[in-house]
């Protein structure tokens, strides 16, 4: 067995001590990210293909469906104890574990035959995808501070939009191999470890600036900040599900709207959704904003957008009113990740993004429940569209009150 002296330990701390993340780092924290939109966006195209090749099988209708939606479901569910778990362990030992664990599960049903053996593999991909989405984003707000770490967070946003384009026109060109071939896609996990291994080590606390030299242990909850992340969490559930709406909407506002081609749909709602990184490239201009301006903004945003989607009444007006949602989405999601992280200490940095990412995730789950049940309330989807309208403009004015009111006190 080899050995290792007390002074190598000590020549490699030093060393490591020394590194500072550079620009690789932070495309390495930031891909992870498309994982997170891979599970779903990548194999949308193929759903009608695996109804026809599980049609025979009781319940298939809404078991199928669920191969998409058990991985969501999970990172709504694990987030939090994802961070725990980073906190505890170390966040660089977990994300490598989790891409691999991702890549595996993720290409199973390339060989699997039973629709449950599929549907138990989406849940390791969706327990994998908590890790990862917590833990790079964890590990971005470890190395970088100030001005650098919102511009590598406001990143994650565009990497997000801009990969759901990219692996639903992937998903749909593989699929003409067969429904199975998207699968192997998940593969590009390990491309994703070989750069985290290569370019990151494992953070140690800011207070000492140096590499952890093992597990961190953090299990305290002393100075956590409780009343202020609820505020957070609670804000990001309401905006999250404005967040989702278009992503999730658009396709069947323009089909109530008289489309009829699912190609000029899809290219048309792809169109709008450049809104979102949009929206964050004008966030790394002016993120340094206050919390409660950039929030009366954006919720402004969002109100305008889906006014203009609710009332246009012609394809035109409603895809300007799209965009301009967009826009609001893409300010609105590094504004609320930026705030937690600045709140969040190294030693319970884990835990608190766990919690807001999944409540980010557990409002795209009430996304579409809200739009349904405010279209029948009001006799369809686009009146439902007016209705969110309404509801943003209600954040819109509880942030104009904020900044009244410290106004007033300063």
């Not at 025979?56 to 994802?82: K, N, Q």
């Not at 071939?181 to 606390?205: D, H, I, N, Q």
């Not at 004008?282 to 206050?290: F, P, Q, T």
Request: aromatic residues 10%; hydrophobic residues 55%; charged residues 10%.
């Amino acid at each position: 067995m080899t050995t290792i002296s007390v002074g190598q330990l000590d020549a490699d701390s030093h060393m490591n001590a020394a590194r500072q993340p550079g620009f690789m780092t932070g495309i390495s924290l930031l891909l992870p990210i498309t994982l997170t939109t891979m599970a779903v966006v990548l194999l949308a195209p193929v759903v009608p293909q695996m109804m026809r090749e599980f049609a025979g099988i009781a319940d298939s209708e809404y078991r199928v469906p669920m191969i998409l939606t058990v991985p969501s479901l999970c990172v709504a569910l694990l987030c939090p104890f994802a961070g725990m778990l980073g906190d505890y362990f170390g966040r660089r030992r977990l994300l490598l574990a989790s891409f691999l664990l991702y890549a595996l599960v993720g290409i199973a049903p390339v060989f699997l035959h039973d629709l449950n053996a599929i549907l138990l593999s989406r849940v390791g991909v969706g327990i994998a995808e908590s890790l990862i989405y917590v833990l790079s984003t964890t590990m971005i707000g470890d190395y970088y501070s100030g001005a650098a770490r919102d511009r590598w967070l406001a990143g994650q946003t565009a990497f997000a939009s801009m990969s759901a384009l990219l692996f639903f026109n992937l998903g749909g060109a593989l699929g003409e191999a067969g429904w199975r071939t998207p699968f192997w896609v998940y593969a590009s996990a390990l491309v994703m470890f070989a750069l985290v291994l290569r370019f990151t080590w494992e953070p140690g606390s800011r207070d000492t600036a140096e590499p952890a030299p093992q597990a961190p242990h953090n299990t305290s909850w002393a100075g956590f900040p409780w009343a202020v992340m609820a505020m957070i969490v609670g804000i990001t559930i309401y905006g999250s599900v404005f967040f989702y709406t278009v992503q999730i909407q658009a396709s069947s506002g323009l089909a109530a709207l008289g489309l009829t081609s699912p190609a000029r749909i899809g290219f048309l709602t792809s169109v709008a959704s450049i809104g979102v990184p949009l929206g964050t490239l004008v966030y790394s201009r002016i993120g340094h904003a206050r919390v409660a301006l950039l929030l009366l903004a954006e919720f402004t945003l969002l109100a305008l957008g889906f006014a203009l989607m609710g009332k246009s009444g012609s394809v035109p007006g409603f895809l300007i009113g799209c965009f301009i949602n967009q826009i609001g989405a893409g300010l609105l999601l590094p504004t609320l990740l930026v705030w937690s992280m600045s709140i969040l200490r190294f030693e319970f940095r884990g835990r608190g993004t766990g919690f807001w990412q999944s409540a980010f995730a557990f409002g795209q789950f009430l996304s579409p429940i809200v739009v349904t049940a405010s279209g029948k309330a009001v006799g369809g989807l686009l009146g439902a569209f007016s209705v969110l309208s309404a509801t943003a403009a209600v954040g819109a004015l509880v942030a104009l009150a904020t900044l009244a009111g410290r106004s007033r006190a300063a």
